[in-house]
C-alpha cells in the first residue's frame, strides 16, 4: 500500500496481482475498505477496460465470476472477491444462479470483447457494443419518480425490452404488449381502494383520498402546528382525528395498515411485472404515510423530546421502505406467466425495487442504527410461477382437489385420516416454502428446494393414484420443464386460499389472441374440465383468464383487467357477459375506444374493466367512453383515467341495466335510458319495435373457400414447383395472367362452375360494383365427383396438400375439391341486399345480379315465406336511425361497425303504413338507380325523406331528432 491521503492508501496493482487468492482475502480482511455503494459508477466500463488491458476475455474471465460467484455466494461481512480484487456484495435471490445447472467454470464460451465495446480510438459516444449503448444513457432503479423517467432509464423499461425482443408475429401471437405506466397506477389504485373498502366498511371518498393523495397530507398533517391540534388536518376525521389537547380520539390507520399488510394480489399472465410493481410501490406508499401517523400518536404519549426521538427512530427503524417491501413481496404478492423470461424480469424488477430501499449504514452498531452490509435478496420462485396458469391437470386428471385445502369434520374415519395427512403435508409445504422464501445458504437453498418439490410431489400423486405409466410419465417430465405446462393455484399458493378463501385482488394484462391461427393454444385450454365450462366458440384467449381471475378470487375479491374492448357485444363471449352478470357486480368499464393506448398495437380498441364478487350491495358501474380518436400520451391517459377528459362520456349505471337480453350484451349507455331527448331515449322507441331484421329476412354469411389463393401461410405444404405466390386456386384474377391461362383451360362444362366474384370494398351505401375481374370455381358439395371436370381437376391437383389440410376436410364434411363453406346457391342469384361486415357507416346496397361474394359481405334475402320489399328494408337499414342502433347496440371495433349475422339480425324494424312502406321503397329503388348510372351522385334529399318518415314512426321528439343529426353526419 501506498499512502495518498491523510488515513488513506491505495493499493499497488502489480503487488496484489502477485498474491494468491488466499493470501489476498486475508490482507483484505486487515484493511478496512470504502463503503459500500461508493465505488465507482462506470464499474462495468472500468471492468472491462481492465480486461482490455490484459488481453482477457471480459464474458468468460469477468461477467461469469462476477455474476455466478461474487454475486452469487457468501464471502462473509467483507465481501471480497480476490478474481476481480474488490468488494462485491452477496445477493443471493436466485438472480444469480446458473441456469438449468450450467456449469460455467467448464465451459468456454468465445464471445468476442467487441460485443461488448468497439469504440472508435476509445473515444466515449461511439461504437455500438453493449457498453457502448448504456454508457448513452442515465440509469435510475426508481420506478415511480415521474422526474427521474425522463432524465434517467428505470426497471419499466426492461418491459418494453420484453415485449420488443419479441418479433411482430410473435408479439401478435402471444399478445404481449407493455402496459403504460399511468394505467398500471390507475387500475392498482383502485383495485387497493376498493378491497379497503371492502374490509374497512368506511366511506370510500375518505379511503380514496387518503390512497390518493395520502403523500400531501401525510407531509402537511404532521408538521408541528397539526401534531400539537391546532387546526385540521386534511386526512378524513374517520380515518385519524386529534383533537385541540393532541390526544387522538380516532385511529383506524392500524386497521388499513393491518388490511394492507394482509391484501393478497394475483397476475396470472404477469409479463415483466408492471402490475406486481404497481401494487407494491402502492401498498408500501400507503404503509409509509400511516408510520408517520402512528409516530403522531405515539409521540402524544412520550414523556420527553428525547423519548420522542427515540419512538420516532424505532418506528422508522421497524417501518423502513425496506421492511415494507420485503413484507409485501412476502406476503401480497403472486404470479405466473408461460414465459420464463417474462417470469426472469418480473422478479429483477421487484429484486431491483428492493434493492434500492436498502439503506446501508457502515458506522451501525445497533439495530436502530441500521445495517452495515447489504442484504441478501429473498427468493421469489415460490411467489412467481412460470407455467400455464389456466391449466391445472394432465390427461383430464386435476393436480390439486380445491376441497382438500378446506378444513372439514367427518365422521368417515378414513376420510378424516386422510383429511388429517393432507392438512400435515401441507402445512409442511407453506412452512417449506417460507423457509426457501428466506433462506441465503446456497446449500441450504438446494435442500430447500427438493423439500418444497417433495411436498408437492406427494400432495399431486394423491390425485394421479391409479393414473396410467403415460400420465405419471407426463407429470415427471412436466417437472424438468422450465415452464410447466400447469399451474396449481390452490396447492402453490396453498395459504392464500386457507387463510382467505381466494385472492383479494386479481389484476394484470392478458394476452389478447384470436382462436384463428391459434387452435392448439385454445384446444389445450378446452379441453381440460375448467375450459369446458368457459370455452365459447370466436372466443378470444383473454376471457379465459377473466374467468380463471374469479375462480382464484375470494367470495369478495375484485378482478381488474385492461383488454380489447370487443368482449361486451362479441358472439363469442355470451360465457364471459353471463358469468360477469351472474357472479360479479361490474364498478367499472372505462373503453379507450379510438385512443390508442398501446403504441405497438395498431388497430387495436382497449378497455378497463373492474369487477367485484362482492354482491353484498347494490353498486353503479362507472361507464366511460372515450370520444376522440389520437395516440394518448401520459397527460391525456391521466384526464382520462382521472375523469376530467371533457371528450369523455360518463355514465353510472345500474346492474341491471348493463346486460341487454338472453345474450347478456354489455350495454355502456345502459339499455334503456330514465333520461328523455337522449341517445337512450332514441334506442328504447327502437327497442320497443315488435319485428327485426332476422324475423322478416334471412342473414347469410358468403362463401369461405379455405383457399382462395397460394399465400404465406400455405405456400409450404404445396411441392409443386411451378407454383407462386398469389396463384389462384378457387379465386381467379382474369387481369392476372397465370389465373387467365387457367380459366382458358376449362371448357364449357368446366366453365358453368365459374361465377362472378366481388369483394366488400365493391359495395357502398345504395350502389354494387357489378364490373369485376374475379371468378370463383363455385363447386359446392352437390358436385359429387370432380371426373366429370378434368381441367378443373388438373389444376386443383397441385394444391391437393392444401386443400386436404381445411378443417372440413380433415373432419371428413367436404371433398378436397369441394368449397369449404358454399352456402345455398339461391342467395347469390337472385334479389339480395349485400353489406360489408366492416364499415363506417351502414354502408348496405341492392341487387339482382348474379353475385357471389366472400365472407367478409352478408347477404340479405327474403325468407322463403315471407314477402318482404328488400328495397323497403333497404332504405330502413341506410337511414340514420339503423346508424344510431348499430354504433350504440351493435358490434364495433372503434368507430367501425362490425356487421355479422347477428348484430344484423337483430336491427329493429318498425312496422308502418302501407302508404309509408311504399314511399320508402320508391325512394330507395330511386336511389340505387341513380346510383347505378353515377355512383358518387348526391342523394342526400331522397335519404333525408326516408329518414323523417322514420322519424315520424317512432314519434322522435324534436330534441331526439337533432341529436340524431348532430351525432350522425
Keep these: 500500500y501506498r499512502p495518498v491521503a491523510d488515513g488513506t492508501y491505495a493499493v499497488s496493482a502489480s503487488a496484489l496481482n502477485a498474491l494468491n487468492d488466499a493470501d489476498e482475502e486475508v490482507l483484505a480482511a486487515c484493511v478496512k475498505g470504502e463503503p459500500w455503494g461508493s465505488g465507482p459508477h462506470d464499474f462495468m466500463r472500468k471492468l472491462y477496460d481492465r480486461a482490455e488491458q490484459r488481453k482477457a476475455n471480459f464474458y468468460n474471465d469477468n461477467l461469469e465470476p462476477l455474476f455466478y460467484s461474487a454475486l452469487n455466494i457468501n464471502r462473509g461481512e467483507q465481501g471480497y472477491f480476490p478474481t476481480l480484487h474488490c468488494r462485491i456484495p452477496f445477493l443471493s435471490g436466485g438472480l444469480f444462479e446458473p441456469i438449468a445447472g450450467y456449469e460455467w467454470e467448464h465451459n468456454y464460451f468465445n464471445l468476442p470483447n467487441e460485443l461488448f465495446s468497439n469504440r472508435i480510438n476509445n473515444n466515449p459516444g461511439t461504437g455500438d457494443g453493449i457498453l457502448d449503448i448504456f454508457d448513452r444513457y442515465n440509469f435510475t432503479m426508481s420506478e415511480d419518480e415521474p422526474m427521474e423517467r425522463e432524465v434517467a432509464v428505470d426497471p419499466e423499461m426492461l418491459g418494453k425490452v420484453f415485449e420488443n425482443l419479441l418479433d411482430i408475429n410473435d408479439r401478435k401471437s402471444k399478445g404481449a404488449f407493455y402496459t403504460p405506466r399511468e394505467i398500471v397506477h390507475y387500475m392498482c389504485q383502485e383495485s387497493l381502494i376498493n378491497y379497503l373498502e371492502t374490509i374497512m366498511e368506511l366511506p370510500a371518498d375518505d379511503i380514496r383520498e387518503f390512497i390518493l393523495y395520502g403523500d400531501f397530507m401525510k407531509d402537511e398533517d404532521t408538521v408541528k402546528s397539526k401534531r400539537e391540534g391546532n387546526g385540521g388536518m386534511y386526512i378524513s376525521e374517520s380515518l385519524f382525528k386529534i383533537e385541540d389537547n393532541g390526544t387522538v380520539s380516532v385511529n383506524r390507520l392500524y386497521d388499513m395498515d393491518n388490511a394492507l399488510a394482509d391484501a ?152 378424516n385420516y386422510r383429511a388429517s395427512f393432507f392438512d400435515s403435508t401441507l402445512k409442511s409445504l407453506i412452512d417449506a416454502q417460507d423457509e426457501l422464501f428466506r433462506c441465503d445458504d446456497p446449500i441450504k437453498k438446494v435442500e430447500c428446494k427438493e423439500m418444497v418439490s417433495a411436498l408437492r410431489d406427494v400432495i399431486i400423486m394423491q390425485q394421479l393414484t391409479g393414473s396410467s405409466s403415460e400420465t405419471l410419465n407426463k407429470y415427471e417430465d412436466s417437472k424438468k420443464q422450465a415452464s410447466k405446462p400447469y399451474v396449481l393455484w390452490q396447492l402453490e399458493f396453498a395459504k392464500v386460499f386457507r387463510d382467505k378463501g381466494g385472492f383479494d385482488i386479481v389484476i394484470g394484462n392478458p394476452p389478447y389472441v384470436g382462436e384463428s391461427g391459434h387452435k392448439e393454444m385454445f384446444r389445450a385450454v378446452a379441453s381440460t374440465k375448467f375450459g369446458e365450462k368457459s370455452y365459447q366458440g370466436k372466443m378470444d384467449y383473454f376471457y379465459f383468464f377473466f374467468h380463471k381471475g374469479l375462480d382464484i378470487l375470494n367470495s369478495i375479491g375484485d378482478l381488474a383487467f385492461i383488454t380489447t374492448n370487443y368482449y361486451p357485444t362479441a358472439s363469442g363471449a355470451k360465457r364471459l357477459r353471463k358469468e360477469f352478470a351472474e357472479r360479479t357486480y361490474i364498478r367499472q368499464l372505462i373503453n379507450f375506444n379510438e385512443v390508442r393506448v398501446f403504441e405497438s398495437a395498431l388497430g387495436q380498441h382497449n378497455m378497463i374493466t373492474i369487477v367485484t364478487k362482492n354482491k353484498a350491495k347494490e353498486i353503479l358501474c362507472r361507464s366511460a367512453i372515450c370520444t376522440e380518436s389520437l395516440t394518448a400520451n401520459s397527460s391525456k391517459l391521466i384526464l382520462i383515467l382521472s375523469g376530467k377528459d371533457k371528450s369523455v362520456r360518463t355514465l353510472n349505471i345500474t346492474q341491471e341495466n348493463l346486460f341487454d337480453g338472453d345474450e347478456y350484451y354489455i350495454r355502456q349507455q345502459g339499455v334503456t335510458s330514465s333520461k328523455p331527448d337522449s341517445i337512450g331515449s332514441i334506442l328504447d322507441k327502437m327497442a320497443a319495435q315488435k319485428n327485426r331484421l332476422g324475423d322478416l329476412a334471412d342473414v347469410n354469411q358468403g362463401v369461405v373457400s379455405g383457399c382462395d389463393y397460394v399465400s404465406n401461410r400455405n405456400i409450404s405444404n404445396i411441392t409443386d414447383n411451378d407454383v407462386a405466390l398469389k396463384d389462384g386456386i378457387f379465386v381467379l384474377d382474369l387481369k392476372y395472367p397465370r389465373d387467365k391461362a387457367v380459366y382458358d383451360s376449362f371448357d364449357e362444362k368446366e366453365k358453368k362452375l365459374i361465377k362472378p366474384f366481388y369483394k366488400n370494398s365493391e359495395i357502398s351505401r345504395y350502389h354494387c360494383n357489378l364490373d369485376n375481374t374475379k371468378v370463383l370455381l363455385y363447386i359446392s358439395k352437390k358436385t359429387k365427383s370432380i371426373d366429370e371436370y378434368p381441367n378443373i381437376l388438373n389444376h386443383l391437383r397441385k394444391f391437393w396438400p392444401v386443400l386436404q389440410r381445411r378443417r372440413e376436410a380433415q373432419n371428413g364434411a367436404i371433398r378436397p375439391f369441394q368449397l369449404q363453406w358454399a352456402r345455398t346457391e339461391d342467395i347469390f342469384l337472385g334479389e339480395k341486399i349485400v353489406v360489408p361486415y366492416r364499415t363506417k357507416e351502414n354502408a348496405f346496397a341492392y341487387n339482382n345480379e348474379e353475385w357471389f361474394c366472400r365472407s367478409d359481405v352478408y347477404v340479405i334475402t327474403s325468407k322463403e315465406k315471407e314477402e318482404v320489399d328488400l328495397f323497403y328494408l333497404l332504405g330502413v337499414l341506410n337511414s340514420k336511425l339503423s346508424y344510431i342502433w348499430l354504433y350504440n347496440r351493435g358490434k364495433r371495433k372503434g368507430e367501425v361497425l362490425e356487421l355479422f349475422q347477428v348484430p344484423l339480425s337483430e336491427i329493429p324494424v318498425i312496422s308502418l303504413s302501407t302508404h309509408d312502406k311504399k314511399r320508402i321503397s320508391s325512394l330507395a329503388s330511386d336511389i340505387t338507380n341513380i346510383k347505378l348510372k353515377q355512383e358518387d351522385a348526391d342523394t342526400s334529399i331522397l335519404e333525408k325523406e326516408i329518414d323523417q318518415i322514420l322519424y315520424k314512426a317512432h314519434k322522435l321528439t324534436e330534441a331526439e331528432v337533432s341529436i340524431i343529426k348532430n351525432s350522425v353526419k
Excluded at 409516530?295 to 421502505?321: C, D, G, L, T
Excluded at 441500521?370 to 407455467?387: A, D, F, Q, T, V
Aim: charge should be negative; aromatic fraction near 6%.
Design 264 to 415: 393478497r394480489v394475483a397476475d396470472p399472465a404477469v409479463g415483466s411485472g408492471a402490475f406486481l410493481l404497481g401494487m407494491l410501490n402502492e401498498i408500501v406508499r400507503a404503509r409509509l404515510n400511516i408510520t408517520e401517523y402512528l409516530i403522531v400518536e405515539k409521540k402524544a404519549q412520550a414523556v420527553s423530546k428525547k423519548q420522542e426521538y427515540f419512538i420516532s427512530r424505532q418506528m422508522h427503524n421497524e417501518r423502513s421502505a425496506y421492511r415494507l417491501k420485503y413484507q409485501t413481496i412476502k406476503n401480497s404478492l403472486f404470479a405466473a406467466d408461460i414465459e420464463p423470461s417474462a417470469v426472469d424480469i418480473a422478479q429483477l424488477r421487484l429484486w431491483l425495487s428492493l434493492v434500492i430501499d436498502d439503506e446501508i449504514n457502515p458506522d451501525a452498531s445497533t439495530p436502530l442504527d441500521g445495517h452495515r452490509n447489504p442484504l441478501p435478496l429473498p427468493n421469489l420462485e415460490c411467489n412467481i410461477l412460470c407455467g400455464n396458469s389456466l391449466i391445472d391437470e394432465i390427461d383430464g386428471i386435476e393436480l390439486i382437489n380445491q376441497s382438500n385445502l378446506i378444513a372439514t369434520s367427518n365422521s368417515n374415519e378414513q376420510i
